[in-house]
């Protein structure tokens, strides 16, 4: 491996397990990082020196979307360059070592499509002796209505938005049947065509200003007025749905893509020994 492709490897490494630059590594995280990168440059000679790289004919696109991501992570050109230059990489020899990980991540794609493929027995044996890993977490069926707050509408600055939401609130306190209707009169969400409808929240989906109120209501329940970024929200709950098992037909294709996955990475792992058994041999026999 040239010296650019070894430069280029330290430095996803160091960012991969620490979140950092090579050079402000501490001497633990150094001496980690250049151990697996010894490791994995031996590794990546093996695989480019194989005929399936040689096979391999990368998309420019693909490589520029990889160095656009890699340029993403610096607030400006003169920090990107800077860090180019002390880890002794020009951009001509980025875009190189980038290529050349590239081909390398393409090749174990490649092997992993030779994996036998999982068939619907063996999805339905692994889903009925792991069926407590399938469930659905708890979750609240959710309704709706927004009032946004846009200061160049006198309807809808903050003060004109809330008192229309309060409005609409005392109505459906009254007349709860009416929340529906009223969402789709007065919403100014797209859900507001659905009669207000989020359809089933769980936690971490809703704004955090929204998410402990939403969370604490009864069935039937209508929320005090609620602010979020977007403006005014209330917050009826249709139902409290507990945690439930997730049926076959729905972890299906779940438990398929993790048989596969495990499937796949057993294959590219058969293929990498039988890359370094000759070498480990030669090298032992010299």
């Not at 993403?72 to 990489?89: Q, T």
């Not at 977007?230 to 249709?238: A, K, P, Q, S």
């Not at 990475?265 to 990498?272: D, V």
Request: charged letters at 30%; one cysteine or more.
């Amino acid at each position: 491996m040239n010296t650019h492709a070894s430069a280029y490897l330290t430095l996803k490494l160091a960012q991969q397990l620490y979140q950092k630059n090579p050079d402000i590594l501490g001497p633990e995280e150094r001496k980690r990082v250049d151990a697996v990168a010894s490791k994995q440059r031996q590794l990546e000679a093996l695989i480019l020196a194989t005929p399936e790289a040689a096979q391999v004919a990368l998309p420019e696109s693909s490589v520029k979307s990889s160095l656009a991501e890699i340029r993403k992570r610096y607030p400006n050109d003169d920090d990107f360059h800077a860090d180019l230059d002390r880890i002794g990489l020009s951009e001509a020899s980025l875009k190189e070592a980038v290529q050349r990980d590239l081909t390398v991540e393409a090749v174990l794609d490649k092997v992993a499509t030779r994996a036998a493929k999982v068939s619907d027995t063996e999805v339905e044996i692994f889903y009925f002796m792991h069926k407590e890993r399938f469930t659905r977490p708890a979750s609240r069926t959710l309704r709706h209505i927004l009032i946004t707050v846009n200061p160049d509408y006198k309807e809808n600055d903050r003060e004109a938005a809330l008192a229309r939401l309060q409005d609409i609130r005392k109505r459906l306190l009254k007349e709860p049947k009416r929340f529906e209707e009223q969402a789709l009169k007065h919403s100014e969400c797209p859900t507001a065509m659905n009669g207000g409808l989020l359809g089933n929240v769980t936690p971490g989906q809703l704004y955090a200003e929204l998410e402990p109120a939403a969370f604490a209501l009864q069935t039937g329940e209508i929320s005090q007025v609620l602010e979020s970024p977007v403006g005014f929200h209330i917050i009826r709950c249709d139902a409290i749905n507990e945690v439930s098992s997730m049926p076959l037909q729905e972890a299906r294709e779940r438990v398929y893509k993790h048989l596969m996955e495990q499937r796949q990475r057993i294959c590219q792992k058969a293929w990498i020994n039988s890359l370094q058994r000759p070498a480990e041999a030669e090298s032992a026999a010299a």
